[in-house]
């Protein structure tokens, strides 16, 4: 007898329901509830219920995160990681915030798209804080 495919509880599809609709992927509900995302995409098809587009997860606003603290705790020797799990953020995005709020070097390219004469001591913070002035 083959327990290829056989499941040992059944799919509470209100529940996957629940979480697909807070913006979680099929991939992330599958995690929770033991699911593959592809089973879980079959159930949704089948039960008619609207997926979402691929690759296209709910927009949901950034996370707002002190930059004073920020900056204070990566200079206390906290990761990326640490930060991140702090103000939920991935690990990239908590060094992304990190390096434009110490006002990471300018790069060319993007003084030139604002319109900026170049310099190589001109920092992002220094910029957008003049955008914010005018």
Same mark, same amino acid.
């Given at each position: 007898m083959?327990?290829?495919g056989? *499941?040992?509880?059944?799919l509470d599809?209100?529940?996957? *329901?629940g979480l697909?609709?807070?913006? /979680?992927s099929?991939?992330?509900v &599958?995690r *929770?509830?033991?699911?593959?995302?592809?089973? /879980?995409a079959? #159930?949704f098809k089948? =039960?008619?219920?609207?997926?979402? %587009?691929?690759?296209?997860?709910? =927009?949901? %606003?950034? %996370?707002?995160?002190?930059?004073?603290?920020l900056? #204070?705790? !990566?200079?206390?020797g906290?990761?990326?990681? !640490?930060?991140?799990?702090?103000? &939920? /953020?991935?690990? $990239? =995005?908590? !060094?992304t915030?990190y390096?434009r709020?110490?006002g990471r070097p300018?790069r060319?390219?993007?003084?030139?798209?604002?319109g900026v =004469?170049? $310099? !190589?001591s001109l920092?992002?913070l220094e910029?957008?804080?003049?955008e914010?002035?005018q």
């Amino acid at each position: 007898m083959s327990t290829r495919g056989s *499941r040992s509880s059944k799919l509470d599809l209100k529940e996957a *329901r629940g979480l697909y609709e807070q913006g /979680l992927s099929f991939a992330q509900v &599958g995690r *929770r509830l033991g699911y593959s995302a592809t089973y /879980l995409a079959r #159930r949704f098809k089948s =039960a008619g219920i609207q997926a979402r %587009p691929e690759g296209r997860p709910l =927009a949901t %606003p950034a %996370p707002s995160v002190d930059l004073d603290e920020l900056i #204070r705790l !990566r200079e206390e020797g906290w990761t990326y990681p !640490r930060l991140g799990e702090r103000y &939920g /953020l991935s690990d $990239d =995005a908590a !060094r992304t915030r990190y390096l434009r709020a110490k006002g990471r070097p300018l790069r060319r390219a993007e003084a030139e798209r604002r319109g900026v =004469a170049w $310099d !190589r001591s001109l920092t992002t913070l220094e910029v957008y804080n003049a955008e914010v002035v005018q």
